[in-house]
């Protein structure tokens, strides 16, 4: 039997081994998918290979370290440097990165994005935000602390921290940071947060499985929201095609994945 696991800190609130469960024992598929704690990323490689894993997901806060601890890194990942995906080839790691497909599959139904405020700038950040670029959208980045507002004034996005911060009109706000994942913060000071609400027609959260204060102050302003359930469900459909490569079809996977939302 297949093992695949996925790496954070915290774990235990992540719905993808429910989600990829539900895929392989529907289709009989002959794996399991377990969840691992992981406190220190740099103890990622040992961890997957003493495991004997076939593949795993990472998520918060480990992506930019996975992308450091593969053997060989493919596709989008290797121009983000962010991983989410891992597969076991042959003994060697190899990485990937499905967060940023996924997340443009989740807001195919807002139409008419030309710009774009994000909010945090860690690797889901960067991620989603090299892929709006791809699609030629005016991308704008908010982030806490300066120090990792470099990566996206080198990709020329407009950049600030709080203390500078000017509010302007965006289509889509998007919350990428941690802020409201295992606490009721706001991603940013209120006073802020509500300007930038009061001037974006979409917004949403890649926090999913709770209605965050972030969200929570949307819906009190009537804004079409979404939180990130859809962007699971398409990085999940993605990275388990990595794992099963090619024995089984994208629609099936996808069907049972999604049916896993509602058990
Ligand atoms: P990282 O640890 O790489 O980055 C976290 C970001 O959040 C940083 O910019 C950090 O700012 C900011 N941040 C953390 N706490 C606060 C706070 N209290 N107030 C304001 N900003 C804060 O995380 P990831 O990019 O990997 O993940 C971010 C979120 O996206 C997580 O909640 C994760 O669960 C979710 N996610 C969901 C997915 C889905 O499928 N739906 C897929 C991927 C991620 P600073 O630089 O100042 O520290």
Redesign the pocket.
Same mark, same amino acid.
């Given at each position: 039997m297949k093992i695949f696991s996925i790496f954070g800190d915290p774990v235990s609130h992540s719905l993808s081994p429910l989600m990829h469960n539900c895929v392989f024992k529907n289709l009989n598929y002959n794996a399991c998918y377990t969840r691992t704690h992981l406190i220190d990323g740099d103890k990622l490689k040992d961890t997957f290979f003493a495991l004997g894993l076939s593949g795993a997901n990472v /998520?918060? +806060?480990h992506?930019?370290a996975a992308f450091h601890a593969c053997d060989e890194v493919r596709g989008f990942a290797k121009k983000v440097g962010v991983v =989410?995906t891992l597969v076991n080839e042959n003994g060697k790691l190899i990485g990937y990165n499905t967060?940023a497909d996924?997340f443009m599959y989740a807001i195919s139904e807002f139409k008419n994005i030309k710009t774009i405020l994000v909010l945090?700038?860690?690797? /889901? !950040?960067k991620a989603l935000v090299s892929r709006f670029l791809e699609e030629n959208l005016q991308v704008s980045v908010l =982030? $806490?602390?300066l120090? $990792?507002l470099d990566y996206f004034k080198n990709l020329e996005c407009e950049t600030y921290t709080w203390s500078d911060f000017k509010t302007e009109q965006f289509d889509l706000v998007v919350n /990428? /940071?941690?802020?409201g #994942?295992k606490?009721e =913060?706001l +991603? !940013?000071p209120k006073k802020i947060v509500e300007n930038i609400l009061n001037n974006t027609k979409y917004v949403a959260d890649?926090?999913?499985g709770k209605l965050t204060p972030f969200l929570k102050l949307a819906k009190e302003k009537n804004i079409t929201y979404k939180d990130?359930?859809d962007? #699971?469900l398409g990085?999940g459909v993605l990275a388990n095609e990595l794992f099963v490569q090619g024995e089984l079809q994208k629609e099936d996977i996808k069907r049972e994945m999604q049916k896993s939302f509602k058990l």
């Open positions: /998520t918060v +806060p992506k930019e =989410n967060d996924g945090g700038a860690g690797g /889901t !950040a =982030n $806490r602390s120090s $990792r /990428t /940071t941690s802020a #994942l606490d =913060n +991603p !940013a890649a926090i999913y990130g359930a962007m #699971l990085q």
